[in-house]
């Protein structure tokens, strides 16, 4: 048998046949179920969108709505674009000012000519 590095297949080289791998017990006992968000149609499914952009227009991100409404992020933002929701920039809140700079020991420190 030549020795290539790979497992051996079709079992060969398992220590008991009659033995079943058994999964690790913290696989499936420490995850809640989640059932799957079912197909939207019509009325319902502009119902929800109107739902999901009052509260993406309130501040809540789009992965958080997917979170809580069990759907895909993709799914929430084509439900957001369907409903005409005006999107954020990319990044999270953006601050006026550079907050680092006012805390900075960097231009004390520098020798000034």
Known sequence: MR??????????????????????????????????????????????????KTKYEAGASIRTLAKESSRSYGNVHHLLETAGATFRPRGGVRRAGRPWEETSNYSKTKAVK
């Open 3 to 52: 020795r290539t590095g790979h497992a051996p297949r079709n079992g060969a080289g398992a220590t008991s046949t009659n033995e079943k791998k058994k999964p690790p017990p913290s696989i499936g006992t420490a995850m809640a179920h989640k059932s799957p968000a079912r197909k939207l149609t019509g009325p319902e499914r502009n119902r929800i969108a109107i739902e999901l």
